[in-house]
């Protein structure tokens, strides 16, 4: 990410390429300042329009965030329901589903509460755990 800021040391910051003289009151404004102004706002609307608060941004970024995990770096807890994501062995096509891995077999949920060895056709490349389930009424 190109930062709009840059730290000028530990209290102090400003607008990337922009001394704080040029923005004090009385001072004129250049127009390359006021495309780098002009620039920094357009980014802040853009920002805004996504909703998100700062601590939600920092939780995307951090260890909240969910992520494919490759079967061949690590493979998730044995019996644990997880998304799987598979390819076919035959054709491009793709699949996301629910299963488990046990002694080394894949299972997938066809319905709740009902599991099967999973299709030979497809083949488990990645699995990430399942998101907190849904409560009613908490946003």
């Not at 009902?114 to 056709?121: I, K, M, T, V």
Request: a neutral charge; charged letters at 30%; hydrophobic letters at 30%.
């Amino acid at each position: 990410m190109n930062r709009l800021t840059e730290k000028i040391n530990n209290w102090r910051w400003r607008l990337k390429g922009v001394d704080r003289k040029q923005i004090t009151p009385g001072a004129e404004i250049t127009d390359e300042v006021w495309r780098k102004l002009y620039g920094a706002l357009c980014r802040l609307k853009d920002y805004e329009d996504t909703g998100l608060m700062p601590d939600e941004i920092e939780r995307m970024k951090g260890k909240e965030r969910q992520q494919w995990i490759s079967v061949e770096e690590r493979l998730p807890e044995e019996n644990k329901s997880v998304l799987l994501y598979m390819k076919s062995r035959s054709s491009s096509g793709t699949c996301i589903q629910t299963g488990s891995i046990d002694k080394g077999f894949w299972f997938t949920q066809s319905y709740p509460g009902l599991q099967g060895l999973a299709n030979r056709e497809f083949h488990v490349m990645a699995w990430m755990p399942l998101p907190e389930p849904y409560t009613e009424g908490k946003e």
